[in-house]
């Protein structure tokens, strides 16, 4: 190789690990927020009811920052590399997409959709080719929630709350049918999927004690 | 509430990625083994000896430099003749792989590009005795316009170029007892060395590169090894090197044309005096 062409190559490489450098610092930065974000929702297993909207408000503040992260991670990321560089946050994402999913569901009891969690999280539309949520990462986020609310099942008993497992029942389940319907390959996300099941019978097995008891009030039976 | 129809749109867009994802493993595969089959045509032309004696006939030309330049020229115009195929397939490849979709499936790109990017360069040192530009791989696997099919990224290039270095050394040392063979491996030797040399650089940024110049450098070594007993054992006899050549391409021709000969000691201990022993020959089957 003649000079030139070895310092071609090198100028390239050099742009690369620069760029690589710079999008590693602000997805530190995001990531420490999605950390933040799961840290205040670990308190939701102690929280009673009446106090869990300003629980979940807290996280506004900490939402507005992810946002503005994102935009700064949009503006170092070069046309068409959305794929190139996403392995870099893609696990701050999922972080960031169960607190918000979270959040929602314990807000409204709705599964906050693909498109409402990429808004909540500052990624715009038109920035598909260089920041976006993919639908994988939405998932994987999802799957992390169902993880939590399997453990809220049990924790919101020892607080009172009984009503609290059949919501989550009713949620996780709609959750496996949505899963159900679709042709994972044999990746993570297929995994844990397929993990998904213990989860349910977890929940499960706490509604079956509470109604056994007659603590909560069963919805209208079939028959 | 239902979250049906947002996974049915789910499912689609997952079947449609991962469908894109299974036809590029299999165009890969294909692009591997196309490439891998110009590799094995480039050192098949290259020691065929009846065309070189057919051309020296043409040619009525006795230097050995002259002819075995023309027995690689065709060697390398017939390869490049066999590589416009997997050009053709990166061509009709060009929509599943434009604009972001390239980075989203480079994995399953990677490897057949690697193995392209190996046989383009083994026919292009046997045209120009160079190491192929990043340019010129990239011109490649461009349309007629000059617009890139995709981006080739640096990694694959040098990844590719690095895996030359190994068909280097069996082009050099497979080619050793044919005329020109000894001045063939002098010549891929300096070469295998400056590439080893200049790859070394950039090393810190790609991963695998690290674990290629490690069998760069045990293919350099045998071809040193050669060399050295080439060199060694020719100062044993003061004759000029056609001569030598001469001598050597008697010993095996008469191998190949009297199987009797094969328990000729006179012969057999000629030819292993010269360092072709079979331990050359099969010693070089880890580069593959």
């Known amino acids: ?223 | 509430m239902s979250v049906k129809p947002a996974f049915e749109n789910f499912r689609r867009e997952l079947d449609e990625s991962n469908d894109r994802r299974e036809r590029l493993i299999k165009a890969s595969r294909d692009i591997t083994n196309l490439s891998k089959k110009t590799i094995f045509l480039l050192h098949r032309l290259m020691l065929d000896e009846d065309s070189a004696a057919k051309q020296q006939q043409c040619t009525g030309s006795t230097s050995n430099g002259l002819d075995d330049r023309a027995l690689a020229l065709n060697a390398s115009k017939q390869g490049y003749l066999r590589l416009r195929e997997v050009q053709e397939l990166y061509a009709g490849l060009r929509h599943e792989l434009g604009k972001e979709l390239f980075w989203r499936h480079e994995r399953q790109v990677s490897p057949g590009l690697q193995e392209y990017i190996e046989a383009l360069s083994f026919a292009h040192y046997l045209e120009h005795g160079t190491l192929i530009s990043y340019g010129e791989v990239q011109k490649s696997l461009s349309d007629s316009d000059g617009v890139p099919y995709f981006p080739l990224t640096v990694s694959d290039y040098l990844l590719g170029l690095s895996d030359l270095t190994g068909e280097l050394m069996r082009y050099a040392i497979s080619g050793l007892a044919r005329k020109g063979g000894r001045k063939r491996a002098v010549d891929v030797c300096v070469f295998v060395r400056n590439c080893k040399a200049d790859f070394e650089r950039y090393t810190p940024y790609i991963r695998e590169l690290r674990k290629k110049q490690a069998v760069t450098s045990s293919s350099l070594e045998k071809i040193e090894d050669a060399v050295y007993a080439i060199f060694l054992r020719s100062s044993e006899y003061d004759i000029p090197p056609d001569m030598l050549d001469d001598i050597v391409a008697q010993s095996i021709s008469s191998l190949s044309v009297h199987p009797d000969n094969r328990r000729d000691h006179r012969v057999q201990g000629s030819i292993r005096t010269l360092g072709f022993e079979s331990r050359d020959m099969s010693g070089d089957e880890d580069g593959f």
Request: charged share 30%; aromatic share 8%.
């Open chain 1, 1 to 223: 190789m003649d000079t030139s062409e070895l310092d071609q190559l090198n100028t390239i490489l050099d742009r690369d690990s620069e760029l690589r450098e710079k999008i590693k610092d602000q997805v530190n930065e995001f990531d420490k927020r999605a950390r933040t974000m799961v840290g205040l929702l670990n308190r939701i297993h102690v929280t009673p009811t009446s106090a869990m909207p300003d629980l979940l408000d807290s996280l506004n503040p900490v939402l507005d920052d992810c946002k503005e992260l994102v935009g700064s991670i949009a503006a170092v990321i070069p046309p068409n590399q959305f794929w190139r560089w996403k392995d870099l946050w893609s696990n701050s994402l999922r972080t960031a997409v169960f607190a918000v999913v979270l959040a929602e569901f314990l807000k409204t009891r709705n599964l906050a959709t693909l498109s409402a969690v990429s808004d909540r999280l500052g990624i715009k539309e038109e920035w598909k080719d260089r920041v976006s949520l993919a639908i994988e990462d939405y998932l994987h986020g999802i799957i992390s929630v169902v993880n939590e609310l399997s453990r809220l099942a049990v924790n919101s008993v020892t607080l009172g709350n009984f009503e609290e497992p059949l919501k989550i029942s009713a949620f996780v389940k709609d959750i496996f049918i949505g899963f159900s319907m679709l042709n994972l390959k044999n990746d993570p996300l297929r995994r844990r999927f397929d993990s998904l099941k213990y989860d349910i019978k977890k929940v499960e097995e706490v509604v079956y004690d509470v109604s056994l008891r007659k603590l909560a009030s069963l919805p209208t039976m079939a028959t």
